[in-house]
């Protein structure tokens, strides 16, 4: 089987090779051959992909499908963020590419790997909906309070004004927003105003 390699150190100081070492030596036991080694230095783990330059050639190079296997040395190396963890896993999946995370023993191309991923995909899905109804619910709060929720708006009568004369000169909604330094959607709640 050919594996791919990912480690991440927090700081720039920390060396990454005792998860590198630790990774090889479960790799030869297992008789996986490493054709590729990724490695973030000083990166921490809540950043997402964007952020992480190696994490983003490691997952570009597993969605091509060089490699039958992704292996980390702990969960919390691919991410401190449950959300991007879960993206991670559905998007290599996707590709069937499975998962080693040496800490937690866990080998999505076993079942039991395979269950205890969908667990924390549920939980993450769990976690998400309740985040949704407590910020439902304190919106909802703060309309009984009298509150507006949002940013405040620009209009005033005077962009009002301005924008509605410059649009009966014909000029256009993206030229009127450029000059005038507002968004496209304000000129728009403007001349509907």
Same mark, same amino acid.
């Given at each position: ?33 490493? @054709? ?5 230095? *000083? ?10 330059? !190696? &994490?983003? %050639? ?17 969960i919390d190396r691919a991410s401190r963020n449950l ?22 023993? @866990? ?5 039991? *790997? ?10 993450? !899905? &769990?976690? %998400? ?65």
């Amino acid at each position: 089987m050919k594996v791919i390699c990912y480690a991440r150190v927090s700081a720039s100081h920390q060396n990454p090779e005792n998860q590198l070492n630790e990774l090889r030596a479960a790799a030869e036991r297992y008789g996986w051959t490493i @054709i590729k080694e990724y490695v973030d230095h *000083g990166i921490s783990g809540k950043k997402g992909r964007d952020k992480r330059p !190696q &994490f983003d %050639a490691m997952m570009k190079s597993a969605m091509k499908k060089e490699a039958d296997l992704v292996m980390f040395w702990g969960i919390d190396r691919a991410s401190r963020n449950l959300s991007h963890l879960v993206e991670m896993m559905n998007d290599l999946h996707a590709k069937n590419v499975g998962m080693y995370f040496h800490q937690q023993n @866990i080998d999505s191309t076993t079942p039991s *790997g395979r269950a205890m991923l969908s667990m924390a995909g549920v939980f993450a !899905q &769990f976690e %998400a909906e309740m985040l949704r109804e407590r910020v439902l619910a304190s919106h909802e709060r703060a309309k009984a309070e009298g509150k507006t929720i949002g940013r405040p708006s620009m209009i005033n009568d005077a962009l009002k004004t301005s924008i509605k004369f410059m649009r009966e000169q014909g000029i256009g909604i993206k030229k009127i927003a450029a000059e005038l330094n507002v968004g496209v959607g304000t000129v728009y709640k403007a001349i509907e105003a």
